[in-house]
């Protein structure tokens, strides 16, 4: 199988050594991509000394991602170092370094807080997806991976209603596109995990987890390896569709054990 050996992608969001972003980057790296990772503090240095990787098969870059400039910047760059993209994963969103976005009922979110979360999880990566959108189809080869959530698109969280507009807004996002450019040969998809441990975890969520039918928190690799496929050669007539990665959480009415433990 082709896999993505030899290909160029980009994954956004990868700063955190414990979270999706950085683990599907790496799994990339492994199966022979070269890997531009990027995120909004310098840290991403540190993330692309771990892959381990030389000159031409890696590269890194800070970036702001909802300012339409700083992602020309970041693309630009990206292909100067390892050539035409041919994969982008969106998976930048939720949490950012630095900013608290508070738990709140929908009728007290203000409008700056409004903006913020479908800024960092939508409009992020809207302009991410339109900045590679011609070369892509120039080249008539693209796989772009959006990492949306089963909140939103499946279910909701009370207090959670801009986050889940966003990630549906993925959803819906990725769905039209599909149509626009599958004759391109170019493949939108979603991936949407539920409840995964990663860095920035609460124990709350972690214990969540634990009451899926599998019985535990997901690993940023287990979201990473469906991922990886989705922006492989071989996913080449998978288009506009949703992945849940969520251990059977979100196809079980009870959510605790019948036995109440």
Known sequence: ????AGKVALVTGAG????????TARLLRAAGAKVAITSTTDRIHDRRKELGSGEGESFARP?????????????EAGETALGPLDILVNNAG????GRETPSLPLSEVP????????????????????????????????????MSSVTGP??????????????????G??????????????MVNCVAPGWIETASSSEA????????????????????????????????????????????NTIQEYKVALDGS
Do not use: C
């Open 1 to 4: 199988m082709a896999g993505v």
């Open 16 to 23: 955190s050594a414990g979270g999706i972003g950085f683990a």
């Open 63 to 75: 970036a702001d991602l909802t300012d339409t400039a700083a992602v020309a910047g970041l693309l």
């Open 94 to 97: 939720m949490v950012q370094v």
């Open 111 to 146: 409008d700056e807080l409004w903006r913020y979360g479908l800024d960092i999880n939508l409009t992020s990566a809207f302009l991410m997806t339109r900045a590679v959108l011609p070369g892509m189809t120039a080249r008539r080869y693209g796989r772009i991976v959006q």
């Open 154 to 171: 499946l279910v909701g969280i009370s207090g959670s209603g801009v986050y889940a507009a966003a990630k549906a807004g993925l959803l």
């Open 173 to 186: 996002m990725t769905r039209g596109l599909a149509i626009e450019v599958g004759r391109h040969n170019v």
């Open 205 to 248: 969520e972690i214990v969540a987890g634990r009451h899926t039918p599998v019985g535990r928190a997901g690993t940023p690799e287990e979201v990473g390896h469906l991922a990886v496929f989705l922006a492989s050669e071989e996913a080449s007539y998978i288009t506009g569709q949703l992945f849940v990665v969520d251990g059977g």
